[in-house]
């Protein structure tokens, strides 16, 4: 029973583990900490204005995309799975550190309303989604490190809703390790990566003691974010 258990640990890790492509930076580059500029927008940061205008209509971040009673209702669907899962701390090369996660097809709903909007706001019309909803439950202490979603099983675009904190998303070109861009990530938006900004930059979510956004601190709390991808064409 046990190595039942264990087999299917395995088999759902090695599931998740197959949409990411692992793509770590060695560096935590003080130029990282350097030169500012500020999109209007307000959850946009960057290293510069030419990062700025490479990502234009590539990233999105789409403040209150849900109401407090349709993260209520999301949590409610999933707390109990994930309840009975343990957060993994363990190994020191996986992408992800800190969490637990489930995926889910069927939904009540509230939940299908939300993800029926995010369709309609992200996704090019007739694209087909990976089927299940990816979820991710990160602990206080935990964080994703710089990655590309697996190019062989994901499509042009990845979204995101954020449940319970703010947190900051970073993304940094994959030929350009000194420039980057923070996203402000609050609590009950949908994020949005197409495109370039999904294939050519990695994006990772920083831990709590690097949660900074525009010089101010962002407190990254336990996080739970529910990711729809597309597949590939
Ligand atoms: C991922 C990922 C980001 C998030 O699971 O590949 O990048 O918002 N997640 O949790
Ligand atoms: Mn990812």
């Not at 971040?61 to 849900?66: E, K, L």
């Amino acid at each position: 029973m046990k190595l039942l258990v264990k087999a299917a640990i395995q088999a759902q890790r090695t599931y998740f583990q197959r949409i990411l492509l692992y793509r770590f930076t060695s560096d935590n580059s003080p130029l990282r900490k350097g030169l500012q500029s500020t999109e209007e927008c307000g959850w946009l940061c960057a290293s510069s204005r030419e990062i700025l205008s490479a990502v234009r209509g590539l990233v999105e971040v789409r403040q209150n995309f849900i109401s407090e009673e349709e993260e209520k209702a999301l949590l409610k669907e999933l707390e109990p799975g994930l309840r009975k899962k343990r957060y993994e701390f363990d190994h020191w090369d996986n992408a992800i550190h800190g969490f637990r996660e489930t995926e889910r097809l069927q939904w009540g709903d509230v939940c299908e309303s939300v993800f029926r909007r995010v369709r309609e706001v992200a996704f090019p019309k007739g694209s087909s989604l990976l089927g299940p909803v990816h979820v991710l439950d990160l602990d206080k202490a935990g964080y994703i490190k710089p990655h590309v979603d697996s190019v062989k099983f994901c499509g042009s675009t990845i979204t995101g809703l954020s449940l319970l904190s703010d947190s900051i998303m970073r993304l940094v070109p994959e030929n350009n390790s000194a420039e980057w861009l923070n996203l402000l990530l609050s609590r009950r938006s949908l994020y949005i990566l197409r495109d370039d900004a999904r294939f050519k930059y990695t994006h990772e979510i920083l831990k709590d003691e690097e949660s900074f956004f525009s010089g101010q601190k962002v407190p990254r709390h336990r996080r739970i974010s529910v990711i729809c991808r597309n597949l590939p064409v």
